[in-house]
């Protein structure tokens, strides 16, 4: 471990015992280094890789503040991270949702309200109307999910899910089920949530969107095996039987 990472250790202590509390103020810098034991300018690395890991923040002219810590904001690089994966990895990543969100739609059926039920049908709605239109579809997709999983009422649990629930993968799979004609069965399947979640029918929330999720997973394992079968090229058996 070296000596940032080190430092980096005994603030992030700190906030974990409760001595910085989230929206404590940090002691000035000479004072944090010297309570430490560290020089100025570890501890100002340190700073500074918890200031990106959004653990602290820095307020011009006023000083160092530990942040609020909530989910959204310590995990909002996830999402980021999930755009740059590629192949198999995305697999392991539908993978993940399969395990995951199914058991969030059926929270969200025992303790969803009537709003996020009304937002929820908008969001379904729009998707039937936008049938053709995929920049659109995927708009409305990423929101139906969004509305659905806040409220399981655990944010934690939808600020992982945002986050592996990549946009850019969504939109890559709405093309691919419009252009095989599958997007009518694909709108059908978030008809069958919001009827479950209408219900307040939690096992059949969980099933209906462990079906819905495994479509996804199916159309992208084939969509990738496809893929690689494209870049691999014809074989030319004749050829290697004669060497």
């Not at 820095?58 to 609020?68: A, C, E, H, L």
């Not at 629930?165 to 939109?171: C, D, E, I, N």
């Given at each position: 471990m070296s000596l940032t990472d080190k430092a980096i250790t005994r603030i992030r202590e700190m906030i974990q015992s409760g001595e910085l509390p989230p929206g404590a103020k940090l002691p000035p810098e000479q004072q944090l280094a010297s309570d430490l034991g560290l020089s100025r300018n570890l501890m100002r690395e340190a700073v500074k890789a918890l200031v990106v890991a959004r653990v602290l923040e820095?307020?011009?002219?006023?000083?160092?503040?530990?942040?609020?810590l909530e989910p959204a904001l310590l995990l909002e690089g996830l999402s980021s991270a999930v755009e740059l994966l590629q192949g198999d990895t995305l697999l392991e990543l539908t993978e993940v949702r399969r395990l995951f969100e199914p058991i969030a739609t059926g929270l969200a059926a025992s303790r969803i309200s009537e709003d996020a039920l009304a937002d929820v049908r908008g969001h379904l709605d729009a998707m039937r109307r936008a049938r053709d239109d995929v920049e659109l579809l995927n708009e409305h997709d990423v929101a139906f999910h969004r509305a659905v999983i806040a409220a399981a009422g655990n944010a934690t649990l939808a600020t992982l899910l945002d986050g592996i629930?990549?946009?850019?993968?969504?939109?890559r799979v709405w093309r691919g089920l419009v252009d095989d004609n599958a997007g009518d069965r694909t709108v059908a399947e978030h008809e069958a949530i919001y009827a479950a979640l209408l219900a307040r029918d939690s096992p059949l929330a969980?099933?209906?969107s462990l079906i819905h999720v495994s479509t996804t997973e199916?159309?992208?394992?084939?969509?990738?095996?496809?893929?690689k079968?494209?870049?691999?090229?014809?074989?030319?058996?004749?050829?290697?039987?004669g060497t």
């Open positions: 820095i307020r011009r002219g006023d000083g160092t503040y530990v942040t609020s629930s990549s946009r850019t993968v969504r939109a969980e099933a209906a199916q159309w992208l394992r084939q969509h990738l095996r496809s893929s079968a494209t870049e691999a090229g014809p074989r030319d058996d004749q050829g290697a039987a």
